[in-house]
């Protein structure tokens, strides 16, 4: 995790914890800076997000201004607040956790563009992409096992993509992308 700045965990996860919370990428010339936070509504404890995702906006924005933030949290208030909080700031605001797209896209005032949650990509059958079984009797029994991934069947592919004016980092389009019944 502290070698690859290809792998990222939450950005306000304790201190001393491996990884990273960004990464700096180029595409197409460009340089992209990606951060992912967790929420703290029906998550974890961690830090305090909008503190955390202040800080590393505004300092990642002195070597970009295309910066992405992911948001990984339960509620949809706590993503739509972020997203709210870093407009202006932060190029793109998408949330994830739910594995359920939401049909919310938008560009906000501030030319930032926002999805509350970009979806799953996976199988289609089960629950949330988990054998139906094991998440049932976690339900009705209160026992809990680990779920185990749906091998086979149809697939979905969830994503967005945004189209970001490289000088000034303001999004100027987003366009969410849904395909269902992948074999």
Not at 37 to 60: K, N, S, Y
Request: glycine share 10%; hydrophobic share 45%.
């Amino acid at each position: 995790m502290d070698e690859s700045d290809r792998i990222l965990r939450p950005a306000n996860y304790p201190p001393g914890t491996p990884g990273r919370g960004w990464t700096m990428a180029e595409a197409d010339g460009t340089r992209v800076a990606v951060v992912n936070l967790m929420g703290r509504v029906f998550m974890p404890v961690v830090d305090d997000p909008f503190r955390i995702a202040a800080e590393m906006v505004d300092e990642l924005r002195t070597s970009t201004p295309v910066v992405i933030v992911d948001m990984h949290a339960e509620a949809t208030s706590e993503k739509m607040a972020i997203a709210r909080f870093l407009d202006g700031r932060a190029s793109f605001v998408f949330g994830t956790h739910t594995h359920v797209q939401t049909a919310d896209e938008q560009i906000f005032a501030g030319g930032t563009a926002y999805l509350t949650d970009v979806g799953m990509t996976g199988p289609m059958d089960g629950v949330i992409g988990m054998e139906s079984a094991g998440v049932i009797e976690r339900f009705t029994s209160a026992y809990a096992e680990r779920f185990n991934v749906v091998k086979a069947g149809p697939k979905q592919f969830c994503a967005a993509v945004v189209s970001i004016d490289r000088t000034t980092g303001k999004a100027a389009e987003i366009k969410r992308i849904f395909m269902r019944g992948i074999a």
